[in-house]
């Protein structure tokens, strides 16, 4: 049975940082890509950031390039989302996901790289306050 539990959610201020987990279990066999994903109330599902586990390849939104970095620890089998200079847009429910090929890794469409994915976890809630 694979499980993500997501934590590190919390609130802050403009200008913070939180930094997310998502503790992995379960059978993963081979290479798989490993995401976060976001959404708002009243928003859409969007793409934050993904990493490809043999590889290391990350993949950012647009949106949180340069303030955002996800990384893996293997050994731990744990994806982590490190969240800087955070905005009150950034708040949402942040999901963890996991599954996807290295096709759907490296596209351009985060749509497509979440209906890839196999698994997600409940989610962790960030709020940014101004």
């Known amino acids: 049975q694979v499980q993500l539990v997501e934590s590190g959610g919390g609130s802050v201020q403009a200008g913070g940082s939180l930094r997310l987990s998502c503790a992995a279990s379960?059978?993963?066999?081979?290479?798989?890509?490993m995401g976060w994903f976001r959404q708002a109330p009243g928003q859409e599902r969007e793409g934050v950031a993904s990493i490809y586990t043999s590889t290391g390849a990350t993949f950012y939104a647009d949106s949180v390039k340069g303030r955002f970095t996800v990384s893996r620890d293997n050994a731990k089998n744990t994806l982590y989302l490190q969240m800087n200079s955070l905005k009150p847009e950034d708040t949402a429910m942040y999901y963890c996901?996991?599954?996807?090929?290295?096709?759907?890794?490296?596209?351009?469409?985060?749509?497509?790289?979440?209906?890839?994915?196999?698994?997600w976890g409940e989610g962790t809630l960030v709020t940014i306050s101004s």
């Open positions: 379960g059978i993963f066999r081979g290479a798989y890509c």
């Open positions: 996901a996991a599954g996807a090929p290295w096709s759907f890794c490296s596209s351009t469409s985060w749509d497509e790289k979440a209906r890839a994915m196999d698994y």
